[in-house]
């Protein structure tokens, strides 16, 4: 109840807070000299004690100019020594070659070196597509041999990873009979029409 209680004020409040707050705004900027945040207690009561302690000395920094101080700021300037940036304007010449730039086929740009003992998707489908062609020709050792790998690497590839099957449908679509799905057992006779079924609903009546 205390959080519905918080935002029903709330909704209540925020027109008030929202009332002519633009001319609010401009009321405020439109001053010489801003209203200086107030100071924590503990500040004020410092201040408050240097002043009640030492009056004169207040007075004359406030009412005093340090003329020292002025001329010294009159005399500061800053100077730049860096060279000034200008944009060079260079004109490259465009590509030879303007045709769009097609995705790899495989997802990601192939290395051209690959590292002996290592595989590329497409090494490692060759693979895998020798072997599934003949197994006996395109044993495990052999295929190791011949892409640099070690022999478990080559078993683990065989036994854990095939390639994608194609299975296309029958041309042939035959039509699907009533009888492959329904029984005629199931179906109401005309003599089980008169007699009351029981179900759910004359159960709980």
């Known amino acids: 109840m205390g959080n519905i209680a918080v935002k029903a004020s709330r909704k209540l409040i925020r027109p008030f807070k929202n009332f002519a707050v633009e ?3 401009e009321r405020v900027l439109a001053k010489e000299k801003p209203t200086p945040a107030p100071w924590h207690p503990t500040t004020q009561k410092r201040i408050d004690e240097l002043i009640k302690n030492n009056p004169d000395l207040v007075d004359v920094q406030v009412s005093k100019k340090d003329e020292l101080l002025g001329n010294r700021l009159k005399e500061i300037y800053v ?4 060279k000034p940036i200008t944009l060079k304007h260079i004109e490259k010449p465009l590509p030879a070659e303007r045709k769009n730039v097609e995705p790899p086929e495989f997802g990601y740009q192939e290395p051209a070196r690959i590292t002996k003992g290592k595989l590329s ?7 895998i597509g020798k072997h599934h062609q003949d197994p006996v020709i395109h044993s495990a050792m052999s295929l190791a041999n011949e892409y640099t790998i070690h022999p478990r690497v080559s078993e683990n590839i065989l036994k854990y990873f095939k390639t994608f099957e194609y299975y296309q449908p029958p041309k042939v679509k035959t039509p699907i009979q009533a009888k492959d799905y329904i029984t005629f057992k199931s179906l109401p006779t005309p003599q089980d029409k008169d007699k009351p079924q029981i179900g759910e609903n004359s159960l709980k009546s």
């Open 79 to 82: 100077t730049s020594r860096d």
């Open 121 to 127: 998707i497409r090494q490692a489908l060759l693979l």
């Open 23 to 25: 001319a609010r705004a």
